[in-house]
């Protein structure tokens, strides 16, 4: 009986994205409404950076365990990726804020919330293609998204056992008799 650890198998695609949306969306949701309620006492973009670095944090984390299989913590590198995913999509949604506020001076806070929530949700899904595809990808998923596994491919079969390789050295031979 075999006592290894196991690692759960990573979802497929559709089931990441369910996840991504339910965990990352519910996170979301919440960030917005904290957004809404510090920015009462903040200025809107200060209050943006301190909710995104908090829930991109968190949800760093539960993506790393639940969305993307593998079920252990993110480590810093996984964090750092993610960072930077986060500070694109933090401003993306600023600059919906700011176009916003240029088109109409005093938007109500369901117009306001409407724009965030749009723009959060674009910049979201730029952020599970680059999760799945880069920061959580592991084995032939990122070997596949950076195009190597080709040259995987191509080594394996230069580095075949040499019983494998005879057969067209004899095909080859027979060819030319």
Not at 18 to 40: D, I, M, N, Q, T
Not at 111 to 121: D, H, K, M, P, R
Not at 133 to 159: C, H, I, K, N, P
């Amino acid at each position: 009986m075999d006592d290894a650890p196991r690692t759960p198998a990573a979802p497929g695609p559709l089931a990441s994205f369910a996840r991504f949306v339910a965990l990352g969306g519910g996170v979301g949701l919440l960030s917005s409404g904290a957004v809404a309620l510090l920015a009462e006492r903040l200025p809107w973009a200060l209050a943006n950076a301190l909710i995104t670095i908090v829930s991109t944090l968190l949800c760093t984390e539960l993506h790393a365990r639940f969305t993307f299989g593998s079920g252990r913590h993110a480590g810093w590198r996984r964090h750092g990726q993610s960072a930077g995913s986060a500070a694109a999509a933090y401003g993306v949604t600023c600059a919906a804020m700011f176009v916003l506020h240029l088109v109409q001076s005093s938007p109500g806070m369901l117009t306001e919330q409407i724009v965030y929530l749009s723009a959060s949700g674009l910049a979201g899904l730029a952020r599970f293609l680059l999760l799945r595809l880069y920061v959580f990808a592991t084995g032939r998923g990122r070997a596949a998204a950076t195009g190597s596994w080709q040259l995987q491919r191509l080594q394996g079969m230069l580095e075949a056992p040499a019983t494998v390789g005879t057969l067209p050295q004899r095909q080859f031979a027979l060819a030319s008799s």
